[in-house]
């Protein structure tokens, strides 16, 4: 019996939607593990639910996750926007943004998963985040949209504000075009727009954000306005002055760029939320994804990524490039399929078609379809396909001894051809499979060797027009596995 992959991007289960995921790492009876906090999308026609569940994972395998259950209920019977949790003392204290992110309140508790108790009312707003200084002081940050961004000390209490210390849009703000008290001007400011995520890195205060694009960034496929990134500024004072550091993430999936270095995205982008996090020595970015046609089962992401101090004191994050030795300058990293799996997921392993990085070409939009049902071997589809889609995974291990065949997994389908690429959309094919229409799971065999680690595509071509199948999952194939019924 094949294993499904687990912990890959999405590293929460294929069942679970946590987006805005605020990493942290505590250390508590001794043990130090990875926790994330974020909304919990399962009101399913709309943003978030009315509870928040927290996960974790041992600081030496971000592929193993474990649920630690509900940590908080909505107190106002409303539904909860993004948190935050922080450490001070013995005591955890999560700041619950109740009534859509209109009122704050924190609540406390002795373990890192809660449950998080007597909630206090602040006077702080939406997207909350909080830095725990090395002297024990504690400063929130949030804002969002049609308001900017605050920064405020907090007293002892880590609820009241301290007496002035509020300080109103430190970094400017992007304008919302459906803000009503914009009067329809759309702001060309690519600025703050949400997700507040304060964080301090090498010494320096570093104000995490999604930023909102007005303007076209070619290079990335984006040209029209877009918040699915996430940027950063630093500082050498919790306040500011912040200086620009720049973006690096972005969920529109893999970027496909032409001669002329523009790109087109692959993957469906939506609002974007989350931090990073040193983990066991390695710093990774926490975020989200869409699935899906709207943005109400958004699913948790995670890629290393680098972060480096230049010669001139100027703190880099993300996709970084050196020249002799020095950092010059950082990009988003790329959305993987393998998220902490780095060295690529087990080729010969079930893979969820729902792990795909990439969606491209086809004319009836196809999307990957959200599961809840609760249970290991859960597979979340990419439906809608239309003839000449490509879906494709970034990256596959395939080890040092080539696989023999591929098996292939598809839900309701016309009559249709799968060619196996490897490397690129357009790359060498290595395998073919043919299926009738009742056929549903197919396996052939490779014409050519791969091993190691590879992206793969899988391309769907048909005669028939309009949607010709549903791709559910697909693994590589052993010798012994190839010559079994």
């Known amino acids: 019996m094949k294993d499904y992959i687990k912990g890959a991007n999405p590293y929460m289960p294929l069942w679970e939607h946590v ?3 605020e990493p942290r790492v505590f250390e508590h009876d001794g043990e130090k593990r990875v926790y994330v906090y974020g909304s919990h999308d399962i009101e399913i026609t709309q943003y978030c639910g009315r509870n928040y569940v927290v996960w974790s994972a041992p600081v030496d395998d971000l592929t193993n996750w474990t649920c630690h259950g509900v940590a908080y209920e909505t107190h106002y019977d409303s539904i909860l926007y993004a948190p935050d949790v922080v450490k001070k003392g013995d005591t955890y204290y999560m700041y619950a943004a109740e009534c859509k992110g209109s009122l704050v309140v924190v609540a406390s508790s002795k373990t890192p998963w809660g449950p998080f108790e007597n909630p206090v009312e602040t006077k702080l707003g939406f997207d909350p985040g909080v830095l725990v200084d090395d002297d024990g002081k504690a400063y929130a940050y949030w804002g969002g949209c049609a308001a900017p961004c605050y920064i405020a000390e907090l007293e002892d209490d880590m609820a009241t504000i301290k007496e ?10 992007s304008t919302c075009p459906w803000d009503p008290t914009d009067d329809g001007h759309i702001s060309l400011i690519d600025a703050f727009f949400e997700a507040s995520s304060p964080r301090k890195v090498m010494g320096k205060y570093v104000y995490i954000y999604s930023k909102r694009y007005e303007k076209p960034i070619p290079e990335l496929g984006v040209y029209t306005p877009n918040n699915g990134f996430l940027s950063y500024r630093f500082s050498d004072s919790p306040f500011g002055p912040f200086h620009d550091g720049g973006d690096f993430s972005f969920n529109g999936g893999e970027i496909l760029r032409d001669a002329e270095g523009c790109g087109t995205m692959t993957y469906q982008w939506g609002n974007n939320h989350g931090s990073i996090m040193e983990v066991n020595g390695k710093w990774y970015v926490f975020y989200h994804r869409q699935t899906g046609v709207n ?10 990524i680098d972060v480096a101090m230049g010669a001139d004191e100027k703190l880099y994050i ?4 050196y020249l002799n030795g020095e950092p010059v300058s950082a990009g988003p990293v790329e959305m993987t399929s393998q998220g902490p799996h780095i ?5 010969y392993h079930w893979i969820s078609a729902g792990y795909a990085c990439h969606i491209y070409g086809s004319k009836t939009r196809a999307y990957v379809k959200p ?4 249970r290991d071997d859960i ?8 003839s000449g889609t490509t879906v494709g995974f970034r990256y596959l291990q395939f080890g040092t001894n080539t696989p023999m065949g591929v098996t292939v997994v598809l839900g309701e389908h016309k009559a249709l051809k799968v060619n196996v690429r490897i490397d690129s959309y357009r790359g060498r094919i290595v395998s073919t499979l043919d299926f009738a229409e009742n056929e549903f799971e197919k396996k052939a065999a490779l014409i050519t060797g791969v091993i190691g680690k590879h992206a793969v595509y899988f391309e769907f071509l048909s005669e028939k027009d309009g949607v010709i199948a549903a791709f559910d999952r697909f693994s590589f194939l052993t010798e012994k596995e190839m010559q079994c019924e």
């Open 164 to 173: 002035d210390t509020l300080v109103s849009n430190p970094l400017g703000h």
């Open 379 to 386: 597979s979340t589809p990419v439906v809608d396909l239309s």
């Open 19 to 21: 987006p805005d995921g």
């Open 318 to 321: 993300g996709d970084i490039k």
């Open 295 to 304: 943005e109400f089962s958004r699913q948790a992401m995670l890629e290393p």
């Open 343 to 347: 060295n690529g997921l087990d080729a």
């Open 371 to 374: 599961g809840y049902e609760q």
